[in-house]
């Protein structure tokens, strides 16, 4: 059965140019006059429509909600962790996590997620698009359609990036600059990158294939030559970008990224810059929760990780006045069985958790209960609800529908956005 811990492509120089091929299918926004652009922006204000950009926090494998977001203390089911208060008064998480504790007020936790889909597969899928795959369907994950949606035609580099990458859903309905591309090593995001030649003489060199292939174009004028022409030049523009500076983590100070110690922490940190600089969706993958076994010996290395990077990646947003701006979402494939099955918890998906912060949610609340085992949720929170809500967040009309295949299908499939949380 494959895991969530799959890589999508890498960046390389290929790969920007197939980045570059979908150039011109993104969205155009209206022009507004200044006055109603304004209003526009105050309403959205309002409706918590803030959210420029997203960073999605992937635990591959499906985490134990109870023994994360969700405990159970002094049940039979609760398992080795203790639970501690967190900044929102009656919100408690694992002691486990104690740096998302402290960020309590800032956090909406869902508790009762219901997709029913209790393979690794299905789940993936459904948890990243908001419905079940369909055959012969391309369906879009909400990078995808956040990027589309969110990110300027002329961003130079990739609208979604994917840092240490799961296995997404892949989907050219928006065109190919909305893919996600995967960074393996981000102290080497770009390996294919001509480093020893000088940013002049690599635009010599691609104006002299330019001007070889004149003669070529004016005898075949075929769509594809002016594509990968356009993608060319595309890629150089990527390639020389100033905006590749975000990359380099090394330029934050020391003592934020001793902060940030360890590979996922540090990958919150790139996100932050990434998003700063422009980029519309960045998710992160940290797999190793499909914990059948030794369950508690496997969390005592996972949660801990997850606290350093996702709580000092929130607190850093809001101490930058960026957490407005910015939606970070924690969620899995689905959680774990609230009974364990001895040394382990099973997969879970009818009452698990998923987490959000900031882009006008509000935090220090808690949507739906599991009852006092974790075992009888109140509310089901769909999959239709949950990306309804992140559409919301970002100023997505839910309802807006693409078309695949000549099916019209709605952003958010058979869901509204959950008012608790605006």
């Not at 890498?10 to 091929?21: C, P, T, V, W």
């Not at 009762?112 to 994950?141: D, K, N, S």
């Not at 990434?274 to 914990?291: H, M, N, P, R, Y």
Request: proline fraction near 8%; glycine fraction near 12%; include cysteine.
């Amino acid at each position: 059965m494959a895991t969530c811990n799959a890589c999508v492509p890498g960046f390389s120089r290929r790969h920007f140019l197939r980045f570059s091929l979908g150039a011109g299918a993104g969205l155009t926004a209206a022009r507004l006059p200044h006055a109603l652009l304004a209003q526009e922006t105050k309403a959205k204000q309002a409706a918590g429509q803030t959210a420029k950009s997203v960073i999605l926090l992937w635990m591959g494998g499906g985490p134990s909600q109870v023994d994360s977001f969700d405990p159970k203390p002094g049940r039979p089911n609760g398992g080795e962790f203790k639970a501690i208060d967190t900044t929102a008064k009656g919100m408690q998480f694992s002691e486990q996590l104690p740096i998302l504790a402290s960020q309590g007020n800032r956090l909406a936790v869902l508790r009762t997620v219901h997709t029913g889909e209790g393979a690794h597969e299905r789940g993936q899928f459904v948890m990243h698009t908001g419905m079940a795959p369909v055959p012969g369907l391309e369906i879009p994950a909400a990078g995808t359609v956040v990027s589309y949606e969110k990110g300027p035609k002329d961003f130079p580099l990739p609208h979604f990036i994917a840092l240490d990458p799961p296995t997404m859903p892949q989907s050219t309905v928006f065109g190919e600059d909305y893919l996600p591309y995967g960074v393996a090593n981000i102290d080497n995001p770009l390996p294919n990158l001509p480093r020893n030649v000088a940013a002049a003489r690599d635009k010599d060199r691609v104006a002299l294939l330019f001007e070889e292939g004149k003669d070529w174009d004016k005898r075949h004028r075929q769509k594809p030559v002016a594509k990968l022409e356009s993608a060319y030049e595309k890629a150089e523009d990527v390639m020389n970008t100033p905006l590749l500076k975000a990359f380099n983590y090394k330029e934050e100070p020391e003592a934020l990224r001793k902060q940030f110690e360890g590979r996922f922490a540090t990958n919150c940190l790139l996100a932050r810059r990434l998003v700063q600089a422009g980029c519309s969706f960045v998710e992160i993958g940290l797999g190793g929760w499909d914990t059948h076994y030794n369950n508690w010996k496997l969390l005592r290395g996972l949660l801990p990780q997850v606290d350093r990077g996702m709580g000092t990646l929130v607190k850093d947003l809001a101490e930058k006045d960026l957490l407005k701006e910015t939606l970070v979402i924690w969620a899995g494939e689905f959680g774990r069985t609230p009974v364990p099955n001895g040394g382990g918890r099973d997969h879970y998906a009818t009452g698990f958790s998923v987490v959000m912060a900031g882009g006008g949610i509000q935090g220090g609340r808690v949507v739906g209960n599991t009852g006092p085992d974790g075992t009888t949720p109140d509310r089901p929170i769909t999959p239709g609800n949950l990306f309804a809500t992140i559409y919301k967040a970002c100023g997505i009309n839910p309802d807006k529908k693409y078309v695949t295949e000549g099916r019209g299908i709605k952003y958010a499939y058979q869901g509204t956005p959950l008012k608790d949380v605006f």
